[in-house]
């Protein structure tokens, strides 16, 4: 099978190519404009694999894109790359823009134009999968019970959610009006190894690490459903393979838990792993909400547990712990990007500011 990839040196992206490759089998063409957040160095155990192939290329370049798709001839293509930090789309909507609405727009021809030229016995098993977010959805109040669904109606709160959800919207379209096989999916927070440092863990842990301040937007009671990237990505071609053209799956892993108590949590395990003479979350400081911040995501995943047959394999206790200790280890993979940040100016927006969740 053969697989193409958009924004596949990013963090979900990144855990993709790299299960697709080793796990999966797959040929995989890697798409990706290095960006600020993407990361080459994650692809490292399969850079001079025989099966993978990475093109560094921008998605709205329609030229670059048909060109990308015609050489490649993939099965399949899973439409990652995006503009992801709610942060930075208040401090700048143009880019979330641009790469979310505009990029899936010019791919979503480029796909169309493939697809339609294909065979008739490979045009009925090729695929487009769309990866969104629940943060279209907007959020739940901290006292309501339900979760969102494949039914629930969009409400998005900020530019970031609202880019996403135009580009839900287009993909829907495509498939209604041009028949292309589409698969849409809303998956909730992810977590896991390689994950750019902007975002509420692997902040929280590298500032650890470092002596610094744990900042917590509010008072910390904003509550996220947590996945492992792993059980993501398992998702992911699960939905690809056996999912229903023209259908979303929500994806969660029925894991709610509030930032201060995920803070708190991480600090415990760090006081365990890496002591650093006075308990962690001493750090903890609190300052002033985020404008428009949601309260509560929550996803009911059940149409893909009944339908697909998956679930998730790692409970949070175990996948946070394995993910604290993969930073540990790993500090040749995060220390160049905290030198990339002070280079630009950003050391701020990575780690004195904000949750980035």
Request: with cysteine.
């Amino acid at each position: 099978m053969r697989v193409l990839v958009t924004g596949g040196c990013g963090f979900i992206g990144a855990n993709l190519c790299l299960y697709l490759v080793r796990e999966a089998g797959c040929h995989v063409l890697n798409v990706d404009a290095l960006t600020y957040a993407a990361n080459p160095a994650s692809l490292r155990p399969i850079a001079d694999h025989a099966r993978y192939r990475f093109l560094r290329a921008d998605i709205a370049d329609a030229g670059a894109m048909r060109q990308a798709i015609a050489a490649f001839a993939p099965d399949i293509i899973i439409h990652l790359a995006a503009e992801s930090h709610v942060d930075r789309s208040i401090t700048d909507a143009a880019p979330f823009l641009r790469t979310n609405v505009i990029g899936t727009h010019v791919l979503l021809q480029a796909a169309t134009a493939y697809w339609q030229a294909l065979p008739p016995e490979r045009q009925c098993h090729f695929r487009f999968l769309h990866v969104s977010t629940d943060e279209v959805f907007g959020d739940l109040s901290l006292q309501e019970e339900r979760a969102f669904s494949e039914q629930s109606p969009y409400a998005p709160s900020s530019p970031y959610a609202a880019s996403k959800a135009a580009a839900d919207h287009l993909v829907r379209a495509w498939h209604r009006t041009y028949g292309l096989p589409i698969l849409i999916t809303n998956c909730s927070n992810n977590y896991g190894p390689r994950q750019f440092p902007e975002k509420l863990i692997p902040r929280m842990i590298i500032n650890a690490l470092l002596g610094r301040p744990l900042p917590v937007y509010g008072r910390g009671e904003n509550v996220r459903d947590w996945l492992h990237v792993e059980d993501h990505v398992r998702a992911l071609f699960r939905v690809a393979q056996k999912g229903r053209p023209g259908r979303t799956y929500c994806i969660g892993g029925r894991c709610e838990r509030s930032n201060i108590d995920l803070v708190r949590t991480l600090c415990r395990m760090l006081d365990e792993m890496r002591p650093a003479g006075t308990p962690h979350e001493r750090r903890i400081t609190f300052m002033p909400d985020r404008p428009g911040h949601d309260r509560r995501y929550a996803i009911d995943p059940t149409r893909i547990e009944t339908e697909l047959g998956w679930r998730p394999r790692l409970n949070f206790d175990d996948g946070l712990r394995q993910t604290v200790r993969w930073y540990l280890n790993n500090e040749d993979w995060w220390r160049p990007l905290l030198k990339r940040a002070a280079a630009r100016g950003e050391g701020g927006i990575l780690y004195e500011d904000g949750t980035g969740d």
